[in-house]
């Protein structure tokens, strides 16, 4: 595998078939937990940033997660599910109460709590996005997002981004922008324009001052949709997970053209949406509503698997035709488990505690930057945070191999994160962290990096 082909599989995250992972496993597994890893080996498909697995967890609590061998772990990864923390006793209270009263609502009919978990979203929504389908997962829900946008505009393209994740079904694929998930699967989706994605940080032209720079591709998505004619949507993260955050400015120029040119607007917060970034939903950001809004992962409360496709009222259009048509479409459990995470949300003012906590964490961060030169960039919003690393400044190299190494000396010292891009310390703890919790952990990671330098 070139150096180039291993970059470009580590954009969505850290590899697990790299050598550091073995040398970090050699030192810290023990041969208990080595049978049951090479157990969920036997059993299980390989593929990358999953399986093979690197440990094997035994608890999960909170903004922590514990392993066989009794070593506990500050979470700043979690699969975005962990916005009420693991094991959140409202949700899991909510979910056993569920389970006793109606487990599953079966095709054809509708339940309580799934309708007053769809009246809970479409209050905290923005604008007109009243209308709603729940899925099982974020990738089923943006499938539903982009088969309503082909009805209600009668066109079948979409723009997208390049580095973009939407989920690991081939329609989300053909418009993500991943070689871990697209290389060797073709052919894709048709009609699945890519664009750059408005990341200042990567500039792959020497065009403009970084400010101008976001706004020149803004206008590019306006200039296919004039010149294509026939674009059904633009899909894509308000925030992109590494984390870019774009300017209000970008995104409002988007959506004047996709009203312009007759195309939806979808924003994709599966990952950020109920708080991360200080707000309910990481569009209200930037002043812009989309015309189609998709969340997950924590919507469930990282209990039950739930997502929602959210639409704005006038896209109520598709009556006569399957969009979802799940078996778990109105799920009790999953109602259940969302109604109990949003409750939780408000009941315990998690959003402002995210914004507060977070200002804080990218001000420690920007401060970490200044007295290390492997840190070549630092950006976020909410606790949502990316530390870039780099080999130098000013050519701004990947410090991949760098980063995979800071990466495993902060799990040895109790802090779990993933990379994104090759060479991004992504940080997206609990919402319930403690200052004294980010304290640690910024402190575990600056640990790391200063051993790295010196090496």
């Not at 975005?80 to 094991?87: A, E, L, P």
């Not at 709603?132 to 979409?158: D, Q, W």
């Not at 004039?226 to 992109?240: C, F, L, M, Q, T």
Request: glycine share 8%; with cysteine; proline share 4%.
């Amino acid at each position: 595998m070139s150096e180039k082909t291993d970059n470009q599989l580590k954009l969505e995250g850290d590899i697990n078939i790299s050598e550091q992972r073995k040398k970090w496993q050699k030192e810290n597994i023990n041969s208990e937990t080595q049978k049951i890893l090479d157990k969920d080996s036997k059993y299980f498909l390989k593929q990358s940033l999953s399986t093979p697995c690197l440990n094997v967890l035994k608890s999960a609590n909170g903004a922590w997660i514990e392993d066989m061998q009794g070593r506990r772990y500050l979470d700043f990864h979690g699969n975005n599910v962990h916005q009420v923390g693991f094991g959140n006793k409202d949700v899991i209270d909510a979910v056993k109460k569920q389970l006793d009263e109606l487990p599953f609502c079966t095709r054809r009919y509708t339940n309580k709590i799934v309708t007053d978990f769809a009246e809970k979203i479409a209050s905290l929504t923005p604008g007109n996005l009243n209308k709603m389908l729940f899925a099982p997962g974020g990738a089923e829900a943006n499938s539903i997002a982009i088969k309503l946008a082909r009805i209600a505009t009668g066109k079948h393209k979409t723009i997208s981004m390049w580095d973009s994740f939407h989920g690991a079904t081939l329609d989300t694929i053909s418009i993500s922008g991943e070689a871990v998930f697209r290389k060797g699967i073709g052919p894709l989706s048709s009609g699945t324009e890519h664009v750059p994605p408005p990341d200042i940080h990567r500039r792959f032209m020497d065009i403009g001052k970084p400010e101008e720079w976001e706004i020149l591709w803004a206008k590019y998505i306006e200039y296919i949709l004039e010149k294509e004619g026939d674009i059904a949507a633009v899909i894509s993260e308000p925030v992109r997970s590494t984390p870019y955050v774009p300017s209000k400015e970008y995104w409002q120029i988007v959506r004047k053209a996709c009203d312009k040119y007759g195309a939806l607007l979808i924003f994709d917060e599966v990952p950020h949406a109920l708080g991360r970034t200080g707000k309910w939903f990481t569009c209200q950001n930037f002043d812009v509503t989309p015309d189609i809004l998709v969340i997950g992962k924590g919507l469930g409360g990282g209990v039950f698997p739930i997502a929602a496709t959210i639409a704005d009222e006038k896209l109520d259009v598709a009556g006569h035709i399957a969009l979802g048509h799940f078996t778990h479409e109105k799920s009790t459990l999953g109602a259940a488990a969302g109604l109990a995470t949003i409750n939780y949300i408000e009941k315990n003012n998690i959003i402002e505690h995210a914004k507060t906590l977070g200002e804080y964490a990218l001000k420690k961060s920007t401060e970490m930057m200044d007295r290390h030169p492997l840190i070549g960039a630092v950006r976020g919003i909410g606790l949502f945070i990316g530390i870039e690393l780099v080999k130098d400044r000013k050519t701004r190299e990947l410090a991949t191999e760098e980063a995979e190494e800071v990466m495993y000396r902060a799990l040895s010292k109790g802090v779990s994160f993933k990379l994104t891009m090759g060479n991004i310390l992504t940080l997206t703890p609990a919402l319930v962290i403690t200052k004294d919790e980010m304290d640690f952990a910024l402190k575990a990671i600056e640990e790391a990096i200063t051993e790295v330098e010196k090496k």
